[in-house]
């Protein structure tokens, strides 16, 4: 998998679309059916495999203008600090006129297009890839929580895949995680498994809640009781874990990858700790973090972004594959990027069924359902459920309708934001990402009752808002999502993770990651190998992003 040569291969076949100045061409449906039984053949001779993956990444990484982007949140015009100051969201295309802006349909009209009227069940994903999604999105898409009029602008995101999910967003906060020996985190043992230590204190009945000294400040307190942990069963507040962001126990795939990749850093800290004992604990963290990012990325490439692709491409994390591209600059996350990622539909009505069913509410603020049921039960429950599928009129209520009438729901902050954002429209972003731009409402969807609604509030296809329209397009069975969702996910995707600076050529070696490290990057291959060589029962251990 990982070589530390350059494989040498004809530039115009490997970057056909930088030289050429095209966009991704616009495949048919039949032709997509065909491929896979062209690509997977192929995916197996490694040479060929490496290969068809810088193809494939460039295929999407040209499909639009490459960062940097002129324009962010922060301005409508370019300024020295709208290019250099990350804490502003980046995005693709400058606001909407004046006068589009003038024909969005009311607010609450089109927040009822997500609302679910039936449950329509994906053909293939499970909640297990639900729960991965939130869980890896989470650490890199963080719009400001401030109450600010202006803070939708902001982010407090490191722009990197770099499993701030258990590192923390900050080396302050890395500190508050981190064993004083050996290289490892804090945890603890809960029935002989390992689990992160508890967030706060143990208390009386009835008593308030107080963080540990130990990780005080780890999380914006307020933030945390005020929103996070608001509605959340008193009981279950004492069994919050100390991990690297405020809501990494807000729901149990949270809890779960979390623990997992807990476990899989200590466990690899004590294999290096054996293989280097002249090692301090500095060398030994700071190596084994390394590791973790790295196997992190090949998850994403390989097992994450291939489940989403429009076939089922077998992608290589290939290290260099950035150096020399046009689209190889330092990360930014788009305004864009954050609001096709609200993918509520996903969330099912539940999950299981029998005696050990879990409705909406147990799937949230619950890591006594964790400690009682066991890791491998949990996971391979949820990769035995489907996901509901991505689109219009599926998602879950409790999402698209207020709580409290001063509260409002996930899916109403989320159009907010799309209009503060003033975001162009559908087929502008088509156009601007190498589609064709659509004539009619009929080429978006094929339901006729959806398509007269949506053809009701915008009138013309040319006036459809963009987030609308990715959710209403119609795609095939065979598909995660619709065309210009994949394309966009893909792109950003691919920039964001190929320029870790981990695979870069003069940092990607044994120096970095040590022999070991080079040898366990090698054969982890699934997040499931990872789960199983951290568990009690390997042999029961079953977590799939397919069902």
Sequence with gaps: MFEL??????????????????????????????????????????ALRRELSRFFVNYYGYATSPR???????????????????????????????????????????????????????????????????????????????????????????????LCQIYGLTEEKTSMLRSETGGRLKTQHIDGEEFPEFLFERRQPG?????????????????????????????HKDTMFAVGLEHGNSTIGQTMLNTVFFREHNRIARILEQEYPKWDNDRLFDTTRNIMIVILLKLVIEQYIRHI???????????????????????????????????????????????????????RNNNPLLLRRGLEALMAQCSRERAGKIGLRNTPHFLVDRSRPDDPSVEERTVTLMRKARLRSYNEYREDFGLRRLSSFEQLTSDPQLRRRIEELYKDIDDLEWYVGIFAEDYPDYLMMGELMTTMVAHDAFTQAFTNPLLARNVFNEETFSRIGLEIMEETNSLEQIVARNSTSPDKVVVEFSC
């Design 207 to 235: 008593a308030s809640l107080v963080i540990k000294p130990e990780f005080k400040d780890l999380h914006d307190e307020e933030f945390l009781m005020k929103f996070i942990l608001d509605g959340a069963p008193e009981e």
């Design 68 to 162: 940097p982007r002129p324009l962010t949140l922060g301005r409508d015009y370019t300024t020295w600090r709208m290019l250099t100051d990350r804490t502003y969201t980046g995005r693709h295309l400058p606001p909407a006129t004046s006068e589009q802006q003038e024909k969005w349909p009311d607010q609450t009209d089109v927040v009822a297009l997500f609302r679910r009227d039936q449950e329509i069940k994906s053909t293939d994903t499970s909640a297990m890839f639900m729960f991965f999604a939130q869980w890896f999105t989470d650490s890199f898409l963080r719009t400001s929580h401030g109450t600010g009029p202006e803070e939708y602008q902001r982010n407090t995101s490191n722009h990197e895949i770099d």
């Design 309 to 363: 692709a429009p076939f089922d491409f077998p992608i290589e994390t290939v290290p260099f594959l950035a150096e020399g591209e046009r689209w190889n600059r330092s990360n930014w996350c788009a305004i864009e990027f954050n609001l096709l990622y609200r993918w509520h539909s996903l969330v099912p009505n539940s999950i299981g069924s029998g005696a050990g069913r879990l409705g909406p509410s147990e799937f």
């Design 5 to 46: 040569r350059d494989v040498p291969f004809s530039r115009q076949l490997s970057r056909p679309i930088a030289l050429l100045g095209l966009r991704p061409p616009i495949l048919p449906p039949a032709f997509n059916r065909f491929l896979p039984n062209v690509i997977e053949p192929l995916g197996k001779v490694p």
